[in-house]
């Protein structure tokens, strides 16, 4: 059975940091690709980033570069999301996904929240 165990998420700051996990098990995990996506209340999901199945590139939707970091320890089979400069609008609650079919693609980014399997999901809460 996929599971996908997102923790990591909080009340912060704004301006602050936060590291989400995301510990995987029940399948390859070097054979899926993996990533992040978000979804605020009353907002439609919003992919953030992946790494792809075939050959461990990342990729960030365009909205996304700059604050967000993707990186994974195969050792431990987790994905993680650094998260830098925390500002209100970040408040979502944080999701990671993975899919045995798709590459990570500038393209296929943006399909994240449609990935065949994701967590239940980590809050994250700025304050202003």
């Known amino acids: 059975e996929v599971q996908l165990q997102a923790s990591g998420g909080g009340l912060v700051q704004a301006g602050g940091s936060l590291r989400l996990s995301c510990a995987a098990s029940?399948?390859?995990?070097?054979?899926?690709?993996i990533g992040w996506f978000r979804q605020a209340p009353g907002k439609a999901p919003e992919a953030i980033s992946c790494?792809?199945?075939?050959?461990?590139?990342?990729h960030y939707a365009a909205s996304m570069s700059g604050r967000f970091t993707i990186s994974e320890d195969n050792a431990k089979d987790t994905v993680y999301l650094q998260i830098n400069s925390l500002k209100p609008e970040d408040t979502a609650v944080y999701y990671c996904?993975?899919?045995?079919?798709?590459?990570?693609?500038?393209?296929?980014?943006?399909?994240?929240?449609?990935?065949?399997?994701r967590g239940q999901g980590t809050q994250v809460t700025v304050s202003s």
């Open positions: 029940g399948f390859d995990f070097d054979s899926y690709t």
């Open positions: 996904a993975a899919d045995p079919y798709l590459v990570c693609t500038v393209v296929t980014v943006s399909v994240l929240p449609r990935f065949d399997y």
């Open positions: 790494i792809s199945s075939n050959d461990r590139t990342t």
